[in-house]
């Protein structure tokens, strides 16, 4: 599971992936969406940028702008986040089932 997450459209880290399942199954969904939008150096130059913008400003419209595949993980929950950026549990279901399986998948791999 760890490669699917490495090989993922964004570059997601696969030491993050664990991390993420294990804050869904805790249901703390603001930590794992704060985790899912944490910058790697095997991300895209413009999600790095937009997740930087984001921890910065806590503006999820003008992190959301400096991306520009917006169907990337990192994409999806930001565009949650532009419209209610409270709403970390909704944030996480936008993204694909398959995908938020792969999370906790990436923890149970870990135990």
Known sequence: YTELLAEGSSGINAEYGHAVGRWILKRDYQSAVTTILTSSPA??????????????SVDAERALAKIRYRNSIEGMVLSALARDAQDYKQALKTLHYKQQILYTHALQSCI
């Open 43 to 56: 991300q895209k130059p413009d999600v790095r940028a937009a997740i930087e913008e984001y921890r910065e």
